[in-house]
């Protein structure tokens, strides 16, 4: 009989090494484009039938193994498991909501901290690789989102879970790889929504309070200090965190920095790369080395893989480790914008839409429009 099971359960059976194999049933570019880790392709439309030659590649990729079939939203991989069935597959999942609802799989990860009172809790999106933060105090019982995702009750969760309520809610910069919770949620919890000052130069038609360089809020005894680092984006800010935890949104990545094209144009890179060297140089790299680094992204491959880390543990490292063993780092200036300028990847999908939905100048047309437009894994590292 054939099973169906959340996106979260099949992110738990990766997790625990079970023995399955994971047939997608997408088209091939789609794909390549874009898997679970450890996918098998196996094409399958919606008007197609299973003949001999797709069920002898079916039986070659599962090797007698159980099967769990994932497609685009759940629609094709149902009747693809039911004519398995048939043909004399007894052991048959389907993943409810496909890669759509596979892509709103989170992990809540605890960050350690030298301050008892202070807490981290680092919300990392699986299948695109966002990291979002709910930071606070324990003694006073408040705390502020960071970087929310459009999935905005993980972080009421997070935040519930661990015995806080949310009195902020901030966004590093105008993203451009998914839409941004932070506005809605604001709303909803009727708090302050606050964004760097300089905003106010991408025409952001959201409400927001800005936060000026070096100006300071308070949660409770816990201070985060707004850092203007300008590069990625011309209004990015960093926030340091008790002076412990630097939330870098996409200036700088555990692997890699941000790149600089997606607001400033092909044209105008080098502009927003000299911009990032000098954040980097004379903003971020001045802290301390024992200063945390904790990320907006985490680079995720094509196969669905972290670049760096693993799903649940910790994308987080010292900023004097970075210093170290982060090439970008250690360029002069114009090696850095060169390098920066010359090997641009591929943009996200959607990019200039998704920027226009998260300045508030757009809205959305259709629910649906907002899962299509976030797809993949994100893409804002250089």
């Known amino acids: 009989m054939m099973n169906q099971i959340e ?9 625990a090494g079970e023995s399955f194999t994971l047939v997608d049933t997408r088209p091939e570019d789609s794909y390549e484009a874009w898997h679970v880790p450890g996918a098998e392709n196996v094409p399958y439309g919606p008007d197609d039938d299973l003949d001999e030659e797709t069920l002898d590649q079916v039986d070659e990729v599962t090797n007698g193994k159980p ?5 685009g939203k759940g629609l094709t991989s149902t009747p693809f498991s039911f004519e398995l069935e048939q043909h004399g597959y007894d052991d048959v999942s389907v993943v409810k909501g496909g890669m759509e609802d596979w892509s709103t799989v989170y992990e809540a990860v605890p960050i ?3 301050n008892d009172d202070l807490v981290i809790a680092q919300l990392q999106r699986r299948a695109k690789g966002c990291l979002g933060y709910v930071v606070g105090s324990k003694s006073a019982a408040k705390a502020v989102v960071v970087d929310a995702t459009r999935q905005t009750d993980q972080f009421k969760i997070a935040a519930e879970e661990a015995g806080l309520t949310i009195e902020r809610v901030l966004d590093t910069h105008v993203h451009a790889d998914h839409i941004s919770g932070g506005p809605t949620l604001a709303e909803t919890l009727g708090v302050p929504y606050h964004l760097g000052e300089r905003a106010s130069d991408r025409d952001v038609a959201h409400e927001y309070d800005p936060l000026a360089d070096g100006e300071t809020i308070e949660v409770g005894d816990v201070e985060i200090e707004a850092l203007h680092t300008p590069g990625h984006t011309s209004e990015m800010v960093n926030y340091l965190v008790d002076g412990e935890a630097l939330l870098t949104g996409d200036t700088l990545f555990v692997e890699s920095v941000g790149r600089t094209e997606l607001q400033f144009g092909d044209e105008d890179a080098a502009t927003g790369a000299e911009l990032l060297y000098e954040s980097l140089h004379e903003t971020i790299l001045d802290l301390p080395d024992d200063v945390r680094i904790l990320p907006g992204h985490v680079s995720v491959a094509t196969n669905g893989r ?13 900023l004097g480790d970075l210093r170290e063993d982060l090439d970008l780092l250690g360029m002069d200036e114009d090696a850095f914008v060169d390098r920066l300028t010359d090997q ?22 259709d629910p649906d429009e907002a899962t299509e437009l976030e797809l993949g894994p994100n893409n804002c590292a250089a």
């Open 7 to 15: 996106p979260a359960q099949l992110a738990d059976m990766l997790d």
């Open 67 to 71: 099967v769990v079939a994932i497609c």
């Open 112 to 114: 350690d901290t030298r």
């Open 306 to 318: 972290y670049e760096v880390g693993s799903p649940g543990d910790p994308i987080a490292a010292r």
């Open 344 to 365: 641009t990847p591929e943009k996200p999908p959607n990019y200039e839409r998704v920027i226009d939905l998260n300045t508030g100048r757009d809205d959305l047309d």
